[in-house]
């Protein structure tokens, strides 16, 4: 069975400090693994999507990398609008294109 | 290009009534999915559609759960007869090949059932 685990649930960060999420995946064959921002009311929002090890994508302040076992989510000097709950989800091989979703990290950037 | 449209985006029910959600996925997105999300906790598929046909059913309670896909667009999800647990917010999602299978989401309808 798929598993997606968040690190850690919550995060509180002062403006300009800069941090990292963690998500650890166990996956019988990964596809693609992908980082969602969800802000309160409303539904996820696709960031990236890294499909092998050793890749790294960059949005603005954040960078996603990804290893064999694990991906991090890295936000250089954050700000008040970077706060939202991020999300991780892998994809199998197998099977259809079925996303399985970790718990998310709850960030919030202080000013 | 215009997201995917869900509506109500908020329901109030009592345990034993019936409820119905309506999904519009993005233009030319084959294929669609509804998730439950129940507060903290991440999204859990419940049925995956491929055009109009079931890919993938394994995690929705068909005892009280039924979706339908009409003309492989517009997608309904009902509640039959709803419990306090069924409480969550219900996202649709698409995807298409053209998207690499990347799932867009829409903003959600928040079930609260009392």
């Known amino acids: 069975e798929d598993q997606v685990t968040q690190s850690p649930e919550a995060l509180r960060l002062q403006e300009g400090e800069s941090s990292s999420l963690n998500c650890s995946y166990t996956?019988?064959?990964?596809?693609?693994l992908f980082w969602y921002r969800q802000d309160p009311g409303k539904g996820p929002e696709f960031l990236f999507t890294?499909?092998?090890a050793g890749e790294e994508k960059e949005k603005e302040r954040l960078k996603a990398t990804l290893t064999k076992k694990e991906s991090f989510l890295h936000i250089t000097a954050p700000k008040p609008e970077d706060s939202a709950t991020y999300l991780c989800?892998?994809?199998?091989?197998?099977?259809?294109?079925?996303?399985?979703f970790g718990k998310g990290t709850m960030l919030l950037v202080s000013p | 290009e215009a997201g995917v449209a869900q509506s109500p985006r908020y329901k109030i029910i009592e345990k034993r009534q019936s409820v119905a959600f309506w999904c519009n996925p993005i233009s030319g997105h084959a294929t669609l999915y509804w998730y439950q999300q129940i507060l903290g906790q991440g999204p859990k598929l419940l049925i995956q559609?491929?055009?109009?046909?079931?890919?993938?059913d394994s995690q929705l309670p068909k005892d009280r759960f039924s979706a339908e896909r009409l003309k492989g667009v517009d997608s309904t999800l009902k509640i039959q007869p709803a419990k306090l647990e069924d409480s969550a917010v219900y996202l649709c999602?698409?995807?298409?090949?053209?998207?690499?299978?990347?799932?867009?989401f829409g903003p959600g309808t928040r079930l609260l059932v009392l």
């Open positions: 999602a698409s995807s298409s090949e053209r998207s690499g299978e990347t799932q867009y």
């Open positions: 996956v019988s064959g990964l596809r693609g």
């Open positions: 989800a892998v994809q199998a091989n197998s099977g259809y294109s079925t996303l399985t």
């Open positions: 559609f491929q055009n109009n046909g079931v890919v993938d």
């Open positions: 890294l499909y092998s």
